[in-house]
Nanobody
Framework: QVQLVESGGGLVQPGGSLRLSCAAS????????MGWYRQAPGKQRELVAV???????HYADSVKGRFTISRDNAKNTVYLQMNSLKPEDTAVYYC???????????????WGQGTQVTVSS
């Protein structure tokens, strides 16, 4: 059984910062690409940022220069540092990871349960 557990969401004022964390646990052989997605009310889920196991990153244009994705491979954890937050960043943020499982041997994308981020004064 593999789980992705997110933490760090909450309410913040415009211009503020939040740091999201997502830890993968279970019978894990390896964790490949990890990322963050978000879904605002009435909108489709969209990519925010992804990071490979080697540290290469990709960001949505809307968050470039404000958000930073990083990971700790030893802890199977990915982070999202969000600065200069705007009301339009308000959404449920989901962690996503491509995981190779030891037993039974399998590999696929897993999703976290989501964490709410609200940017409002």
């Amino acid at each position: 059984q593999v789980q992705l557990v997110e933490s760090g969401g909450g309410l913040v004022q415009p211009g503020g910062s939040l740091r999201l964390s997502c830890a993968a646990s279970g019978s894990i052989f390896s964790v490949n690409i990890m990322g963050w997605y978000r879904q605002a009310p009435g909108k489709q889920r969209e990519l925010v940022a992804v990071i490979t196991s080697g540290g290469s990153t990709h960001y949505a244009d809307s968050v470039k220069g404000r958000f930073t994705i990083s990971r700790d491979n030893a802890k199977n954890t990915v982070y999202l540092q969000m600065n200069s937050l705007k009301p339009e960043d308000t959404a449920v943020y989901y962690c996503n990871a491509y995981i190779v499982v030891v037993t039974p041997r399998s590999e696929k994308f897993y999703w976290g349960q989501g964490t709410q981020v609200t940017v409002s004064s």
